[in-house]
């Protein structure tokens, strides 16, 4: 049996707060009025949302219900500028809620598959510090544990920082104000360059002269697993200096039984360059996973799922997939 499972990201600036402290939906609305819509969305900025007594959240679903049709529920996770999950729940059973006194169980949601209450699922929605490089490594080292999990386990977010290979996009740094430029950058050899350490931490550093990712945790970014993904990568942030810092990353036992669907993953970038009308400063993104659950017992022998296009594999940016080194 497969099943289909719709995601999206979305960093909702400020969580729709507004200056005079009212929150505005409409522009989370808007960013979901085009299709896919979501089996699980991982929103971050969920700002204050905790000590409005949840109210946000509940209005947040509320607005996504009107346009989507969906029956959301969701779980908010700890901390001021929090992040948080929405899910149908005719799709997904939510199973346990994060542990915010263990590190490693800060914004994990554990879900199981209404389809197949068997098929476990582990979601992290991480929302890393702007302007600290040494804290977003020092999360993905805790976090990288979980890439050699038997437990299918996605870690999504605004991780606040990018990964190297030529695909990924980067500013001309010298035109960065050197008040933030080391929020994101690092020196060195005279020059500026992108900080791709906590990243590269879980998916492994990129390779340009076998154009495969070596030495990850055991994690892949969905993006590079979808044939049809552009290359380069567009940025998921909008307006200037943009660079891919929005992941959707899965560990090997979720490639073990899942596949992105191909053309699937998609970063929505908005039609005009008009911050007025923009949803976020960040864009939405969108993926569709195919789930291949265990066969019930009794079935035909020698029947099998369809192979996926994960396992220890990454694509290059033309789109041929590799083997990961060692």
């Given amino acids: 049996m497969s099943v289909e499972l719709d995601l999206s990201l979305f960093n909702f600036q400020a ?22 819509h979501p089996d699980l969305l991982m929103l971050c900025e969920a700002k204050f949302w905790h000590a409005r007594g949840r109210r946000p959240l509940h209005t947040a ?31 997904l059973r939510l199973d346990a809620a994060e542990e915010p006194e263990f590190p490693d169980k800060r914004n994990l949601t554990r879900f199981s598959l209404r389809a197949d209450p068997t098929y476990r699922l582990h979601v992290y929605v991480e929302h890393w510090p702007y302007a600290d490089p040494e804290q977003r490594l020092a999360r993905a080292r805790l976090l990288a544990t979980s890439g050699t999990s038997p437990t299918p386990t996605l870690i999504a977010g605004d991780l606040n920082s990018t990964s190297s290979g030529p695909h990924l996009p980067t500013p001309d740094w010298t035109h960065i104000p050197t008040s933030t430029r080391d929020h994101k950058a690092h020196h060195h050899n005279g020059t500026w ?91 939405r993104i969108s993926c569709t996973l195919r789930i291949h659950t265990p066969q019930p017992a009794g079935a035909q022998a020698g029947m099998t799922d369809t192979p996926h296009c994960g396992g220890g594999g990454m694509l290059n940016p033309s789109g041929k997939l590799q083997n990961e080194g060692a």
């Fill in 15 to 36: 969580g729709g707060l507004q200056p005079d402290g009212s929150y505005n939906f409409v522009p989370l609305a808007r960013a979901f009025l085009d299709g896919p």
């Fill in 61 to 91: 679903m509320a607005h996504l219900a009107e346009v989507t049709g969906r029956p959301y529920v969701g779980e908010l996770h700890t901390g001021a500028l929090a992040t948080a999950v929405i899910y149908d729940p005719r799709v």
């Fill in 193 to 283: 360059h992108a900080d791709t350490r906590a990243i590269d931490r879980l998916i492994g550093t990129w390779n340009t002269t076998t154009n495969q990712r070596v030495n990850s945790a055991g994690f892949h970014h969905l993006a590079e697993l979808d044939p049809h993904t552009p290359t380069p990568l567009p940025p998921t942030t909008n307006g200037p200096h943009g660079l891919h810092i929005d992941y959707i990353l899965a560990n090997h036992a979720l490639l073990n039984t899942a596949t992105v669907i191909p053309g699937t993953y998609q970063i929505h970038i908005p039609p005009d360059n008009n911050p007025t009308t923009w949803p976020s400063d960040h864009r």
